[in-house]
């Protein structure tokens, strides 16, 4: 069986490209390599952006560069004979879609409709990565307190809640899009495609900077001794899902292939605070974190718990590795890099 991953040399690319490799497919990326996040996110070792890349090239794994906002680079790969086509590719985060809204747009609508004509024109099935965000923060007005964390009442959020509340970010508005379009191309054209809305992803090769990917940016920073930044309250949660999980439901999504919208993320059982967080990584690693609180970000969503239960009876996916075996392998995997990190501000 073939695999195409665009986005194969970010971090849920990466890690999916190795995942499929062990199912025994065979696999072929596809990346821009950009470096617009990684500029601003304070790395200086040029060798950070390519690493990923030469970890594919050692496992023997093809890599295309090109972008899937070039129509006719993508529609040459139609002569190619792929069974599955997972889209990591993306502009991922909010701050910066607030930034260059036109990048975001192009990137995550028009690029994503290049993604989903392949698999139409292949008739194949197309994975497509949404985001929790699309709910919206109207999610913040009805929270509780604890002394670590925030709480919500229900505990976990499913699929019919309403979308779109409170402010709206270009990166809602293109996350959106991009559901629809997927929609769009089962009812009008049959293709099987699945929607993620992924909670905050963790787990090695996530090098992870101010805008996103906060789990390895606190281990990153904390290991190098830097300052952490946390916007808003501490008391934030996120049903944290480590990414072989993640590159599990794709597999499941191939197997099963129920095409829709799935609430993607650890579950109850996964919900943790940043500030949970952040002891159990200074416990582990025995660095006392500096914290700098900075007031809420626009667009910020302070609570977030996927209710799991439709992937769990649609595509039998569940996750498996709990927040402290996740974390400890997240750690792991920095220490044995820090060189990646050297020079970060
Ligand atoms: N990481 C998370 O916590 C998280 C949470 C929710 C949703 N998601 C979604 O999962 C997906 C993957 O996220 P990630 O964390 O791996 O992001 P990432 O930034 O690590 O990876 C994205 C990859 O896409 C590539 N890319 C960007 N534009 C491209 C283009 N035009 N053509 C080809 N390649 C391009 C980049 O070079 C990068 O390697 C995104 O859609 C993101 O919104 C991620």
């Given at each position: 069986m073939k695999v195409l991953i665009t986005g194969g040399c970010g971090f849920l690319g990466v890690n999916t490209c190795e995942y499929f490799q062990n199912l025994g497919w065979n696999v072929t990326a596809l990346d821009n390599l950009t470096t617009y996040e990684m500029n601003k996110?304070?790395?200086?070792?040029?060798?950070?952006?390519?690493?990923?890349?030469?970890?594919?090239k050692t496992l023997g794994i093809d890599v295309l560069i090109g972008d899937i906002r070039n129509e006719q680079f993508m529609k040459k790969l139609k002569s190619k004979d792929f069974d599955y086509i997972i889209n990591c590719a993306a502009q991922p985060t909010m701050t910066l879609a607030i930034e260059?809204?036109?990048?975001?747009?192009?990137?995550?609508?028009?690029?994503?409709i290049n993604v989903l004509e392949l698999g139409r024109r292949l008739d194949i099935p197309v994975t497509l990565c949404s985001s929790i965000h699309v709910y919206g923060n109207k999610l913040n007005q009805n929270l509780k307190e604890t002394e670590t964390r925030f709480m919500s009442v229900p505990e976990s959020i499913d699929e019919n809640e309403p979308i779109l509340t409170g402010d709206i970010t270009p990166l809602h508005v293109s996350k959106?899009?991009?559901?629809?379009?997927?929609?769009?191309?089962?009812?009008?054209?049959?293709?099987?495609?699945?929607?993620f809305r992924f909670t905050g992803l963790y787990g090695p090769?996530?090098?992870?900077?101010?805008?996103?990917?906060?789990?390895?940016?606190?281990?990153?920073?904390?290991?190098?001794?830097?300052?952490?930044?946390?916007?808003?309250?501490?008391?934030?949660?996120?049903?944290?899902?480590?990414?072989?999980?993640?590159?599990?439901?794709?597999?499941?999504?191939?197997?099963?292939?129920?095409?829709?919208?799935?609430?993607?993320?650890g579950g109850i059982e996964s919900a943790v605070s940043l500030g949970e967080t952040l002891s159990f990584i200074a416990q582990t690693t025995g660095v006392k974190q500096e914290i700098i609180l900075?007031?809420?970000?626009?667009?910020?969503?302070?609570?977030?718990?996927?209710?799991?239960?439709?992937?769990?009876?649609?595509?039998?996916?569940?996750?498996?590795v709990k927040p402290t075996e996740g974390l400890t392998l997240t750690m792991n995997w920095i220490k044995k890099h820090l060189d990646l990190f050297e020079g970060m501000k």
């Open positions: 996110s304070g790395y200086k070792n040029p060798e950070a952006r390519v690493y990923t890349y030469n970890y594919l260059n809204p036109v990048l975001d747009m192009q990137v995550n609508i028009a690029g994503v959106r899009a991009m559901e629809l379009y997927g929609l769009c191309y089962t009812n009008t054209y049959g293709l099987k495609v699945g929607i090769m996530q090098l992870a900077g101010a805008h996103h990917g906060w789990v390895s940016n606190f281990i990153i920073r904390t290991l190098l001794h830097l300052p952490i930044t946390i916007f808003g309250s501490d008391k934030q949660v996120r049903d944290i899902l480590y990414v072989t999980d993640a590159s599990r439901v794709f597999q499941k999504f191939y197997e099963h292939s129920v095409p829709g919208i799935y609430n993607t993320g900075k007031p809420a970000r626009f667009g910020d969503l302070h609570y977030f718990v996927c209710n799991i239960d439709k992937a769990k009876s649609q595509l039998y996916w569940e996750p498996l």
